[in-house]
C-alpha cells in the first residue's frame, strides 16, 4: 500500500510539474488590433471591422444562419442543398481559386443566390451577364491613421445613400451610411470586340433620371435579348452606384461596395441594419456566411480547433504519456505466473429471480402486484405527506397538487392494484400492464424505486 502512494504522489507531482513547465513557456499571442488596411471579416470577429453583431442578430431574430467551414465548391454536394444564400465579406483571408469560382458560380446558376460585401471583389466571382460586365473602382484608400472603431472618422464628409427604386433589397430603407472608403460599381454592355458599348458605357455615370434606362436592355434588343435582364441599381451615393444585383442563370450575384455597412461598428447607423437584413434574407432557406476563407475552415478536429493556441494539448500529450510509460512499467511480470483469483458466479440477485420464476409458474400474478405495489403506495403516501392508511383518494389528490399527474388517473390505478391483489381475477398481459404504469408513475414522480429495491435487496441478502 505504501508503494503505491509514492507512486501517485510522484505521478501527482510530475503532472504539477509539467502544468508549470508548459504554463512559464507559454506565451500568448497579442490580439491584432482591427484597421481597415487589414481588416478582419470574419462572423467570429467582434471587433470594429467584423460582422459578429451581424450574424448574432440574424440568429437570434429566428433567421436561419450557419458559418459554412468548408471550401465553396462544397456547395454543389448534398450540404449545398439546404443553402438559399452565400454570403462573402471583406477580401477574404485565403484566396478563392479558380476551381472554387467555378464551383461556387455554378451553384448560382443552379438558382442561389451569392451576396459579395467588398471595396474589391475577385473577377473571377462577377461573371459576363449577357454581355454586361461589373467593375468596381477605389474612391478613397485606407490609411494608417483612421481608426475603424471611430464612426465619425470612418464617415467624414460622406453623404449617405439613397435608393434607387423600390426594391426587395431597398425595402424599409430610407437611407443607408457608408464610409468614406467605399468604392463604385460600374457595369457596362460590352461589344463583340471586347469593347464597350457607347451607349451604356456612360450608363453608371450619370444622373438618376439617365441611369434609369440602363436597367433594362434597350429597345432595340431582340425577344431573345429579354431573357437575362441589365444590373439593377440599388443604391447610388450621388452618380456613384453602391449596391446592384444582377441575374446569373436561375439565380442572382448581389454586390455591395462597402463592408462597413455590415461591420460591427457600421451596422447601427441609419437604416444599415435593415438594408443588411434585406440582402440575405431576401430567399427562404439557410443564410451561409462564408468561414473558410477567413481563415476558419473545418481543417482539425472540432475539440483540437477549440484548445489549439493553449498549452492544453501538449499538458494533454505528455500525461497521456505518463500513464501509458506507468501501465507499461507495472504491466511487467517480475517472478513466476499466479493463478487467476476464482470468482463466485452466484449473483446476490439469484433469489429474486427464482422467486420471480416460482410466481411466474404458479400464476400468483396478484402476489407480484402486492411486492410492488405495497412499497409504491408507502413512497407515494410519503411524496404526500400523509400516512400508509390514508384513502387512495386523499393519497391521489395530494400527489396530484404537487406533480403533473391527475388526480383520477392514479387514483383508478392504485384501485385497480389493490382489487387484483384483493383477489379479482387478472391475466399475465394485465399484471404487466399494471406494473408498468406503476413504474411509469415513478419516473414521473422521480422515486426511483426499482434502483433503490435492488439496492435494498442486495444488502439483505
Not at 439557410?286 to 484548445?307: C, K, M, P
Request: proline residues 5%.
Amino acid at each position: 500500500m505504501r508503494q503505491r502512494f509514492v507512486i501517485i504522489l510522484m505521478f501527482l507531482l510530475a503532472i504539477v510539474i509539467l502544468i508549470a513547465i508548459n504554463s512559464f513557456a507559454y506565451v500568448q499571442e497579442e490580439d491584432k488590433q482591427d484597421s481597415e488596411t487589414a481588416p478582419n471579416r470574419s462572423s467570429y470577429n467582434a471587433g470594429a471591422t467584423g460582422t459578429r453583431a451581424f450574424y448574432d442578430l440574424l440568429s437570434e431574430s429566428g433567421y436561419k444562419v450557419t458559418r459554412w467551414r468548408e471550401p465553396s465548391d462544397r456547395l454543389l454536394g448534398a450540404g449545398g442543398e439546404k443553402v438559399a444564400t452565400f454570403v462573402i465579406i471583406g477580401r477574404p483571408a485565403l484566396s478563392i481559386d479558380e476551381n472554387e469560382a467555378k464551383g461556387l458560380l455554378l451553384w448560382v446558376q443552379h438558382g442561389g443566390r451569392l451576396v459579395l460585401i467588398d471595396r474589391r471583389p475577385s473577377e473571377m466571382l462577377l461573371p459576363r451577364s449577357d454581355g454586361w460586365e461589373i467593375t468596381t473602382e477605389f474612391i478613397g484608400y485606407p490609411n494608417f491613421n483612421i481608426d475603424p472603431a471611430d464612426q465619425q472618422q470612418m464617415t467624414q464628409d460622406v453623404k449617405a445613400a439613397r435608393p434607387m427604386q423600390p426594391t426587395p433589397l431597398t425595402r424599409e430603407v430610407a437611407s443607408v451610411m457608408p464610409s468614406r472608403f467605399y468604392s463604385e460599381i460600374k457595369f457596362f454592355r460590352a461589344t463583340k470586340d471586347g469593347n464597350k458599348d457607347s451607349e451604356n458605357a456612360n450608363a453608371s455615370n450619370n444622373n438618376d433620371e439617365e441611369q434609369a434606362p440602363s436597367h433594362l436592355l434597350s429597345s432595340k434588343s431582340g425577344p431573345s435579348d429579354l431573357t437575362p435582364p441589365a444590373p439593377v441599381v440599388h443604391l447610388s451615393v450621388g452618380d456613384k452606384n453602391l449596391l446592384l444585383d444582377y441575374p446569373h442563370g436561375r439565380g442572382r450575384i448581389v454586390v455591395l461596395s462597402d463592408p462597413f455597412i455590415v461591420a460591427n461598428d457600421g451596422i447601427n447607423l441609419q437604416d444599415n441594419l435593415q438594408l443588411a437584413i434585406n440582402l440575405v434574407s431576401t430567399n427562404n432557406g439557410l443564410i451561409a456566411f462564408d468561414e473558410f476563407h477567413q481563415g476558419r475552415g473545418n481543417t482539425h478536429n472540432a475539440l483540437v480547433s477549440y484548445f489549439s493556441g493553449t498549452p492544453i494539448l501538449a499538458i494533454g500529450g505528455q500525461i497521456a504519456l505518463l500513464i501509458v510509460l506507468i501501465l507499461w512499467t507495472r504491466g511487467r511480470r517480475f517472478a513466476r505466473p499466479l493463478p487467476l483469483p476464482r470468482v463466485d458466479r452466484r449473483s446476490t440477485l439469484e433469489f429474486v429471480a427464482s422467486m420471480a420464476e416460482l410466481q411466474e409458474r404458479a400464476k400468483a400474478f396478484d402476489l407480484a402486484i402486492e411486492n410492488i405495489y405495497g412499497r409504491t403506495r408507502r413512497v407515494l403516501a410519503r411524496y404526500a405527506g400523509v400516512e400508509y392508511n390514508t384513502s387512495r383518494k386523499e393519497i391521489a389528490a395530494r400527489v396530484a397538487a404537487r406533480s403533473s399527474l391527475q388526480a383520477h388517473s392514479l387514483e383508478t390505478l392504485m384501485r385497480q392494484a389493490e382489487e387484483a391483489i384483493n383477489g379479482a381475477p387478472i391475466s399475465e398481459r394485465q399484471s404487466i400492464q399494471l406494473v408498468k404504469r406503476l413504474r411509469e408513475v415513478e419516473n414521473a414522480l422521480g422515486l426511483r424505486m426499482r434502483s433503490r429495491q435492488v439496492k435494498q435487496t442486495a444488502q439483505n441478502i
